[in-house]
């Protein structure tokens, strides 16, 4: 295949898009909308890469290689526009190019929608994941649903959040190829019953189910300048063509179809949307993996090798029902036995679990199972079985056995349906995956403790550096070369010059700037205007009580009280700055933004007060608002009570852009704090063992509410009506919360320590500028460790074992 030479230069450019404008929509430049030049730039893009695409998957096949299929309900992928140009080095022929033409490549960016494909630091991982595993050259592919409303746009009405569809394709996908000849049925609900083959054996097949084509949506996942193309595959509902329910009407039928791909996360407060989330794993890990087996089968012949072509590594919970089903396929479909199809699946799966919340291990209501997929749900109860022959013949506890129960109170626990099956285990930092083995799973950890290890999680530095903070990027690579973008430990030489003066003023200079691109965007989408030269102090991540971004907003009370209370306290100026999403049906989550709107509403219009400080949230936090945020960004908050963040993520792109971490010692926070130094973040509050000492010990609100007067009135004004224009209810369930119901993240306890940390960091800020830019340049030095790149070839050297193509 010859690679196309459309980017060759800036005249081979402009004739291909003149010419494609006009054959595809009948227009010259002048007269074509802004819409259609992002279509032609970007599907110029897409054919450009399809070179490296196919190339990738030729020498994959021709050389017989290893593939590794990462299964997660979400990628949050943001814009790909820029990224892919980058990566393919044809940027600046795009951009010159265009330019020639009377067209600011800018507003063609902006013209693309986030994919609607994730919502928080579980898919980043995954698309950064993605990028990682592309530009080392791996061959590995995501597998996702094709949500046509994604997550959910978020509004703030009247200071509450409110959901509406986040239509991301109303224009289009133009990175997405579709492709039919690849479709494969899933089957849901019908009956397992047994029949006698052609040659007289018994067989197990699934009858009288209800079937739906699931259709691939193909994109490339392009690699940094290496030639290579991954593919994120994205799982499309259609009605069967050839197995139509016949006890159904059409309509109903296609209403259900809607359903599996409408949106990421359906509501799971009713017995529905529960089994709407069941529908769509099943039929995301069906699809992927009957896609896996018979494109093996087409290249191979047989499936006797089929664990040594493939590694399925399932992302969080979510995709565990991949296990009954290859079993499923291997048996019924490819007449395995059992003890054959068991060692195909327990040497091709492995699991990474991102959480030690008990709440948010998965579990399902045997029913469930039993009707959706009773054929799965007959192979999860035989694994249950033999699983607890497994533990007796080790001398289990009764309690032990228990615990590790597949099948246990009328419920399929996935989580440990995967400890027991997969050949790999592995937490996201350290701290995490200590837990993991002492107190989540500590039963499989002694009896199976070689299939646990940690991978501690990471970004991806081109596009949380490279190409989100330019200017910076280009003065890094000034003093230590441009090793650093292909070899991230490379960002470690910057450390012989973080004492220069030259630098550090360059890198204030640069921080300034990015703070006044933030400011413009505020001013755009909130209308208030804020101090580029005071603090930027963020906080931007999912909104969920143990991240505690209610004690962040308990801190701006506590100083808006003690600036009107006292004449002579004048702090120094802080812009504070939120970005969060609640999940449509937890209740307190909504009520903390309504909150933070409450008391911004109140600080920002306060003609004294709003000298000192701002509040700010940012509305539908995203991927690209982030890559705005974290490059103005002086603080980041990292706030979550020790022992309940698996890692974080936003952590690691402030470190990298030059920011100070303000933080308890929790997740990656362990990881970041012993690289820089306790000199270059500041780490408060209690230690994972002394939170969990403290509630042992009965720890109790009232005694802190009752000893510090300070909390008192903030706690108090919750239901006096003081946020709330003499509503004494509306924050009520927050107070409850806290009070009523233990304040199980321990805010109160950890508060005051969070106000002493974070007057030393104020500090910091204003009273040694050069100290402030040397600890940020520090910081960046040390950051390359938390590149996915690292990341990826860890998995790939403990797990994977794939080659390099």
Request: glycine share 6%; charged share 25%; aromatic share 12%.
């Amino acid at each position: 295949m010859v690679h196309s030479n459309m980017f060759d230069s800036k005249d081979v450019f402009k004739n291909e898009f003149e010419k494609r404008l006009i054959e595809k929509y009948g227009r010259a430049v002048k007269e074509s909308h802004i819409t259609e030049r992002y279509d032609i730039l970007g599907t110029m893009v897409r054919d450009y890469s399809a070179f490296n695409w196919r190339n990738t998957r030729d020498e994959i096949m021709a050389d017989n290689r290893k593939q590794l299929i990462y299964f997660s309900m979400e990628f949050l992928i943001g814009r790909l526009l820029v990224n892919n140009m980058m990566n393919l080095g044809i940027y600046s022929v795009a951009r010159d190019g265009l330019k020639e033409m009377g067209i600011d490549i800018h507003d063609l960016e902006n013209q693309e929608a986030d994919a609607g494909l994730g919502n928080g630091g579980l898919g980043r991982l995954a698309a950064c994941f993605m990028d990682s595993i592309a530009s080392l050259g791996y061959p590995g592919h995501g597998n996702c649903i094709r949500y046509e409303y994604g997550f959910f746009k978020q509004k703030i009405v009247n200071g509450s959040q409110v959901e509406v569809p986040d239509q991301w394709l109303v224009n289009g996908n133009v990175w997405e190829v579709r492709k039919p000849k690849h479709s494969v049925e899933v089957k849901f609900y019908g009956h397992a019953e047994t029949y006698t083959k052609a040659d007289g054996s018994y067989g197990i097949r699934t009858v009288d189910p209800v079937c739906v084509k699931a259709v691939p949506y193909d994109m490339s996942i392009i690699g940094y300048r290496n030639g290579v193309a991954n593919t994120l595959r994205l799982w499309s509902a259609e009605p069967s063509e050839e197995n139509l329910p016949k006890d159904q009407a059409f309509e109903d039928y296609l209403e259900t179809l809607k359903e599996l791909c409408h949106g990421l996360y359906p509501d799971d407060s009713t017995e529905h949307g529960k089994l709407l989330r069941l529908r769509q794993q099943y039929f995301l890990v069906s699809a992927g993996l009957q896609s896996a087996v018979r494109g093996h089968l087409r290249k191979y012949g047989s499936l006797k090798n089929f664990k040594d072509k493939f590694v399925f590594q399932l992302n969080d919970t979510h995709p565990i029902l991949a296990i009954p089903e290859l079993m499923r396929i291997l048996m019924d479909e490819y007449s395995f036995g059992w003890d054959e199809a068991w060692d195909q699946v327990t040497h091709v799966m492995a699991y990474t679990n991102h959480t030690v919340m008990v709440e948010a291990l998965e579990k399902w209501p045997i029913q469930y199972v039993q009707t959706l997929t009773p054929r799965c749900y007959m192979i999860i109860e035989e694994i249950h079985r033999r699983s607890q022959i497994f533990f007796n013949e080790h001398k289990l506890s009764d309690d032990a056995k228990r615990n590790m129960a597949i099948l246990r109170d009328g419920m399929v626990h996935m989580t440990n349906l995967a400890l027991y099956t997969v050949y790999s285990i592995n937490g996201v930092a350290a701290l995490h995956t200590k837990i993991l083995e002492t107190q989540t799973f500590p039963d499989f950890y002694k009896l199976m403790p070689q299939k646990f290890n940690n991978k501690t999680n990471g970004i991806t530095h081109r596009r949380w550096f490279l190409y989100a903070n330019p200017e910076l990027a280009k003065e890094v690579t000034n003093r230590i070369g441009e090793g650093w973008i292909t070899a991230p430990s490379d960002l470690e030489k910057l450390k012989s010059f973080v004492d220069e003066k030259v630098l550090q003023d360059e890198f204030l200079t640069i921080k300034l700037e990015n703070k006044r691109k933030l400011a413009a965007y505020v001013k755009a989408h909130n209308n208030i205007d804020i101090d580029v030269n005071s603090i930027f102090d963020v906080q931007i991540k999912r909104l969920h009580a143990y991240k505690r971004q209610l004690m962040n907003v308990f801190r701006i009370m506590y100083l808006y009280n003690k600036i009107k209370n006292n004449p002579d306290y004048k702090p120094m100026a802080k812009t504070y700055i939120f970005g969060a999403k609640a999940a449509p049906s937890y209740f307190f989550a909504k009520k903390v933004i309504e909150l933070i709107n409450a008391v911004a509403d109140m600080v920002n219009h306060d003609e004294y007060v709003s000298r000192f400080m701002k509040v700010v949230f940012i509305e539908n936090y995203s991927v690209s608002s982030a890559e705005i945020i974290i490059p103005a960004a002086d603080i980041s908050e990292q706030i979550s009570t020790a022992g309940k963040e698996a890692s974080g993520t936003s952590n690691m792109k402030f470190m990298m852009n030059g920011a100070l971490t303000l933080g308890t010692l929790d997740g990656a926070n362990v990881e970041i704090s012993e690289r820089v130094g306790a000199d270059n973040c500041y780490i408060f509050g209690l230690r994972e063992e002394e939170v969990m000492a403290k509630r042992n010990s009965g720890y109790n609100p009232w005694d802190v509410y009752n000893s510090d007067a300070d909390v008192k009135v903030i706690i108090d004004s919750l239901i006096n009506g003081f946020w709330s224009n003499g509503d004494n209810d509306k924050f009520r369930a927050i107070f409850d919360e806290i009070m009523y119901r233990g304040d199980e993240y321990l805010i109160l306890e950890d508060f005051r320590a969070y106000l002493e940390t974070s007057k030393k960091i104020d500090q910091f800020y204003y009273s040694n500028r050069s100290g402030w830019a040397r600890a940020c340049l520090y910081n960046i030095a040390m950051s390359g460790f938390f590149s996915t790149d690292r990341t990826i070839n860890e998995y790939n050297r403990d797990i994977w074992h794939l080659e390099v193509l």
